[in-house]
């Protein structure tokens, strides 16, 4: 028997009708996101190109909750500001974000990229291993069109979002230390 809760099945329910009166119940665990997402993770990695769907509002208007995104493998060098790109921050963090590139650079030789949800006020930490990079977005489903991020209307949209999203940032930043409120 299943036990369904608002249409979704949560778990097998299994009754042992052993020596007891009392049915003794297990519950299987129902199938993780966490265990989605690794696949996802590992298919990125080895190269595959996915769709996932979006789940978070932090990159509306741009993206949408309930949109599929098409994401492409990319090395983290690769990565461009203005591009929307799908990155993981730690093994520990079962989240995958999907932001906009704000800012990159070089330090110590290392290339690091920051991001940020286009609706965010503020940039993400920077990333700075390839195993936090999984890929970029580039398209999105919208009523049954595809949209190519890769266009040059789009990559120009994505580069002019980038940079005044980072200028809002700084000026906020910026705001914050002069304003005559701040005990600091």
Known sequence: MRQKTQGRVQGVVEID????????????????????????????REGHVIRSLAVGESMSPSI??????????????????????ASRRDESHSVLT????VQKGKESGRCYIITKGDRNPNRDFPLVSSQEL??????????????????????????????????????????????PFNKG
């Open 64 to 85: 949408k909750k309930g949109e599929l995104l098409i994401v492409t493998p990319i090395a983290l060098e690769e990565a461009e500001i203005g591009e929307i790109v």
């Open 98 to 101: 999907t932001h906009r590139v």
């Open 134 to 179: 999984l890929g970029k977005v580039t398209g999105i489903e919208r009523n049954g069109q595809v949209i190519s991020l890769e266009s040059p209307f789009y990559r120009l949209r994505g580069y002019l979002i980038a940079r005044l999203s980072l200028g809002l940032w700084m000026l906020g930043v910026l705001k914050r230390k002069i304003s």
């Open 17 to 44: 009708k052993g020596r007891s009166a009392v049915p003794e119940v297990r519950v299987a665990p129902p199938v993780q996101a966490e265990a989605i997402r690794q696949l996802f993770i590992n298919l990125l």
